[in-house]
């Protein structure tokens, strides 16, 4: 069974801190991840996509570990609106045709104090 | 606009009653899925389709059914046989390829009362 495991935290930072989450995943075979961004009761929306050894959009930064099967997610400069589940995510491409599922970690909450 | 819509958003069934939730999108895609996700709990797939008339189950498929008769539409019917059904429902849609991840409907809350 193909897992991706997170830090469930919560990570509770002051505004202004840089915080890092990471998630390891078993699917060796993966070749792209996602991290999402879920806040509460509302659904998973697409922050970043994880091709090759990393991403940077803005204040948020994926990077990639293939040796070690984990990929990390920095946020730098934290805002209260950063507050939010962030949900690791792996593609599996086994079924084919470009067709391919997810595997969604549990996610690790987030919450930037004032 | 292209995206994807959940009805209802809240829905309260009773039980040994079945109910539908529906999705539809319009952003052309061939693949829906169908996820739960309990309070402080992962998504877990029910069921997915990767074209018309066709569909697998997912993880956790025992209790639901799904249609896909249009591209467009993919209702689940959470049936009677589901013994704890109180969950966001959530559903997803995507293409081929890998730039895109899923895109989520707004996600139906069910309650059993």
């Known amino acids: 069974r193909k897992e991706v495991e997170q830090d469930p935290g919560p990570f509770n930072v002051p505004e202004g801190a840089t915080v890092a989450f990471n998630c390891t995943y078993s699917n060796s075979a993966s070749q792209s991840f996602f991290w999402y961004r879920q806040d509460c009761r509302k659904e998973p929306k697409l922050l970043m996509s994880v091709y090759s050894s990393g991403n940077e959009d803005g204040r948020f930064t994926a990077q990639l570990n293939r040796a070690s099967q984990y990929i990390s997610l920095l946020i730098r400069d934290s805002k209260l609106s950063d507050s939010a589940t962030y949900l690791c995510v792996v593609p599996d491409f086994t079924s084919g045709a470009g067709s391919y599922q997810l595997t969604f970690g549990k996610g690790t909450k987030l919450s930037v104090i004032p | 606009d292209g995206g994807i819509t959940q009805s209802p958003k809240y829905l309260f069934r009773k039980e040994g009653q079945n109910v539908t939730l529906s999705c539809e999108q319009n952003?052309?895609?061939?693949?829906m899925y169908w996820y739960r996700q309990d309070p402080g709990q992962g998504l877990r797939l029910i069921y997915y389709s990767q074209i018309v008339n066709d569909f697998q189950k997912g993880d956790i498929a025992e209790g639901y059914s799904v249609s896909r008769e249009k591209k467009e539409s993919f209702p689940l019917t959470v049936t009677s046989a589901q013994k704890n059904p109180t969950a966001f429902y959530l559903c997803?849609?995507?293409?081929?390829?890998?730039?895109?991840?899923?895109?989520f409907g707004s996600g139906t809350r069910l309650t059993v009362v």
């Open positions: 952003l052309n895609h061939d693949a």
């Open positions: 997803a849609s995507s293409s081929p390829g890998q730039s895109y991840g899923y895109t």
